[in-house]
Nanobody
Framework: QVQLVESGGGLVQAGDSLRVSCAAS????????MGWFRQAPGKEREFVAR????????RYAASVEGRFTVSRDNAKNTVYLQMNRLKPEDTAVYYC????????????WGQGTQVTVSS
């Protein structure tokens, strides 16, 4: 079992930056692809970013490309999402997930952290 706990969310103004973290416990996540997703009120959960197990490769949703950066520290069993130039439309609950089977099935999820961007 892998437990994932997100933190670092909050209320910021448009144009601000914020970094959210995902701390894992129960098992090392160093061999897992990790992802970030978000869900805005009344909308479906959507993909934001993912990072390979080594951290050498990352992919982003078009809506956040160039503004968000995903990274990881395997020694700390933690994944990060640095969010710059935030927009009101980035307001959502942000979730991290672990792809244990390397098939994009996203087997474990955190409880989420709220990010609210005011205009």
């Amino acid at each position: 079992q892998v437990q994932l706990v997100e933190s670092g969310g909050g209320l910021v103004q448009a144009g601000d930056s914020l970094r959210v973290s995902c701390a894992a416990s129960g098992r090392t996540i160093s061999s897992y692809r990790m992802g970030w997703f978000r869900q805005a009120p009344g909308k479906e959960r959507e993909f934001v970013a993912r990072i390979s197990s080594s951290g050498g490769s990352a992919r982003y949703a078009a809506s956040v490309e160039g503004r968000f950066t995903v990274s990881r520290d395997n020694a700390k069993n933690t994944v990060y999402l640095q969010m710059n130039r935030l927009k009101p439309e980035d307001t959502a609950v942000y979730y991290c997930a672990a792809d244990v089977n390397s098939d994009y099935s996203w087997d474990y999820w955190g409880q989420g952290t709220q990010v609210t961007v005011s205009s």
